[in-house]
């Protein structure tokens, strides 16, 4: 019942965590992994971050296509906004990049390399993920934060914390970053786990970033706390946002319009707010 956005999300938080924790989290989901790495797969080198879809064409099932020749080239450090009707098509051309699922044609590139030829590990390790529904496991904040990658220190996630505007949140918590969160500790609420996504993300400092943004309602100024953090977090690197606010569409370097499973640039001309559906 999942998207693959949030599948894919929470594949690549555990990635860190070895096979063991990703198997485990399969078995959770009943779903088998099925993507692999080709024989011959090289690690990828430490990408720039340019990404360019060519003729993509992608269905769950044959007779569906969902995707039907996506092109489009999105520059290194640039940032893309994707819009579109529910359905259109916009989680699933995103959870191509880090392969969750194999295109049925065309090819993805980063940097010029076509992704099946670069081992998974190494490509989702150069991929940063926020969706909207947050997996935080039982254990302390600190160690929910510290899933965005294994070793890090605990400057590390005071410092990325504070980037990602969990400071007040920490602050308030009767053991800070050490308060137990989930099921058995302190609920925390969308926007903050939300946050916690961002951290994580601030930590594993990937060239890539795949946002979903927030549909459901947020206060003003946790949105204005996301969004502060968002923008920190998208600088200088390759940002695929599916949009749901204007401003991000406005403020995109691009903007795509995902419609009948093609792809159509908006040219950065201004978008009407008529025109935006999601
Ligand atoms: P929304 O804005 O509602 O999130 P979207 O543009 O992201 O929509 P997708 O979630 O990518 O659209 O869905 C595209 C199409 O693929 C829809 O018809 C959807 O029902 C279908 N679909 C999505 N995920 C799966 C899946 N795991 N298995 C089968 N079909 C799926």
């Not at 819009?83 to 090819?107: D, H």
């Not at 204007?246 to 159509?264: H, N, Q, Y």
Request: glycine fraction near 10%; hydrophobic fraction near 45%; include cysteine.
């Amino acid at each position: 019942l999942l998207r693959p956005v949030e599948k894919i999300a929470a594949v690549i938080e555990l990635y860190p965590r070895g096979l063991a924790g990703f198997r485990r989290y399969c078995d959770l989901l009943d779903t088998v992994p099925e993507i692999a790495d080709r024989p011959g797969a090289r690690p990828a080198p430490a990408f720039r971050g340019e990404v360019e879809f060519e003729n993509l064409r992608f269905g769950y099932d044959e007779a569906r296509p969902v995707l039907d020749g996506i092109t489009a080239r999105i520059g290194a450090g640039k940032t893309a906004a994707f819009i579109g009707q529910s359905g259109a098509g916009k989680s699933t051309l995103l959870s191509l990049v880090p392969r969750f699922y194999e295109a049925a044609g065309g090819a993805i590139r980063i940097d010029g390399h076509d992704i099946r030829d670069l081992t998974l590990d190494s490509l989702r390790a150069q991929i940063g993920i926020v969706q909207q529904d947050v997996f935080l496991f039982g254990g302390t904040l600190g160690d929910n934060i510290a899933y965005g990658r294994i070793g890090a220190t605990r400057d590390e996630i005071v410092a990325v914390a504070e980037q990602a505007s969990l400071g007040p949140l920490i602050a308030a918590l009767p053991d800070g970053l050490d308060t137990i969160v989930g099921e058995r500790g302190v609920t925390l609420s969308g926007g903050q786990k939300q946050r916690v996504a961002i951290a994580r993300a601030f930590l594993k400092n990937p060239p890539i970033l795949i946002l979903d943004e927030a549909t459901s309602a947020l206060d003003t100024e946790t949105e204005r706390a996301i969004q502060t953090a968002l923008d920190a977090l998208s600088k200088d690197r390759t940002t695929l946002v599916i949009a749901h606010r204007l401003d991000t569409i406005r403020d995109a370097d691009m903007v795509f319009r995902l419609e009948g499973g093609g792809l159509e640039r908006l040219n950065g001309a201004p978008v009407e707010p008529a025109r935006v559906w999601a």
